[in-house]
DNA sequence: TTGACAAGGATTGTTAACAATCTTGAACTG
DNA sequence: CAGTTCAAGATTGTTAACAATCCTTGTCAA
């Protein structure tokens, strides 16, 4: 495990491109995760431009690598939406996670340092501070964000790459498919898994992160989709 | 499982981006996978447009996904070089698999229907065959093509392309840090591995999957690295 | 000979105009 | 009134010229 992942230089997102397109990318990409907004929302590329007071080519650039992540959908000559997974693709991201993230957990809980436990140790206490004062889209953001960070914890830049990927899509999932209540993860299940990490239990850990991510699955109806629009792109601040 | 894996429609690689790029992508990707590009090639856009008779546009959006995606690197006007992993990268790279590949061959000799078997075991019969008549780039792509189809099995479109940039990178790896023999995998591992999927063994498959990464691994010298240049756009054909 | 320097050419980055496609809405027909 | 057609406007796709940067090469001086 590396000291240096809390830098969130090391391990970081993504890779090429210049730092003007990587920002409209970050800034789309967080708004997408912390459910402002919302599947099928469209967005256009003057308005994108104005926003970011940027160029056109700027902008379609970023709209092509959020594609490429399946952040947004490219429509042709149509314009870009948000993409909006379907029960078939809902199931794929939760088998997905299914499969990497137990064995993940149980890495961590034999092998994480106490510099990545520190890490996580903090992040409990920010998300249940959001939770006291019912902030619900940092609620959200933190929700997810424990997950992208067990990844990045193990230090390894595809692992992080490809949690961040799953973690998104889950955001967009509950967005679409959870009832308002549920749209972050239960409670408490969160330090649970990290006390048994901490207390190096690898068992124990996957376990519990086991049902955590059945209690996230079941606590979504996969037939009533939820109300699909709402556009400003004062969203994007 | 589902039936129509093979048929990769369903579970496909690239998101978003019109079919030119997508072509151009896929021909350099190829092009990487089968070690016949590499690292370090210079990727001119003059040369790339002549080579697919298209605008600089096309291929410059082309060059970004391939970025995305870690294939190449972008460098500030200087242009794009087939990425290079250090060593570092490459232990990742091992690391990510054996995180992801065991329990994906677990569940696939869990779940995995005839069809998808049948798939697989066409797939040996062809590398066999490749290895028969010792045609070196072809024995190259199926090796690395196993293990994408593997995860093509599932039929989960996230976990093939996990998969496929992981193959994809390892296929760099083994071109830079590999002798030039152990260029593919060992010879009759995958046919072992398929055997115990297809007797239901979860545990054997699992057992076999570990010991042929930590094959392949342990073939690799860590500090010496490849001759890094040669170049031709022909070789994109 | 070696090194620094500068000019020219080559390559990449950016912009703006143009072309193609889609969307909107009003007029028209049945 | 419902549905269709068509034209104007808006949006996206493409191209070509221009700007900026980098690389090469030849010259000069130590």
């Known amino acids: ?10 391990v970081t997102s993504d890779t090429g491109a210049t730092s003007d397109e990587n920002f409209i990318v970050e800034r789309i990409f967080k708004a997408v995760m912390e459910q402002r907004l919302a599947p099928k929302t469209k967005l256009s ?5 104005e926003t ?6 700027r902008v379609r650039r ?7 992540q399946g952040i947004i959908e490219l429509q042709s000559n149509r314009g870009a939406y948000v993409a909006c997974p379907d029960k078939s693709e809902a199931n794929d991201v939760f088998a997905a996670r299914m499969l990497v993230e137990p064995p993940l957990v149980r890495q961590l809980a034999q092998n994480a340092d106490d510099i990545d436990l520190a890490i996580l140790t903090d992040h409990i206490a920010h998300e249940d501070a959001a939770r006291a004062k019912k902030e619900r889209t940092e609620i959200i953001r933190l929700s997810g964000e424990f997950h992208t960070k067990l990844a990045q914890a193990t230090g390894n830049k595809f692992i992080f790459r490809m949690m961040r990927e ?6 967009l999932i509950v967005g679409l498919f959870g009832s308002s209540e549920n749209a972050s993860c239960p409670d408490d299940e969160h330090s649970n898994i990290l ?4 207390s190096r239990n690898p068992e124990l850990a996957e376990e519990l992160l086991i049902s955590h991510l059945n209690h996230i699955q079941s606590g979504l109806d996969m037939d009533a989709r939820q109300a699909p629009q709402d556009d400003l792109a004062a969203i994007l601040r």
């Open 195 to 198: 006390k048994a990490i901490q």
């Open 52 to 57: 970011f007071g940027v160029g056109r080519m």
């Open 166 to 171: 799953l973690v998104t899509r889950t955001s």
């Open 1 to 10: 495990m590396s000291s240096e992942v809390q830098q969130s230089n090391i």
């Open 62 to 68: 970023a709209l092509l690598l959020l594609s490429s």
């Open 45 to 49: 590329e003057a308005r994108l431009c």
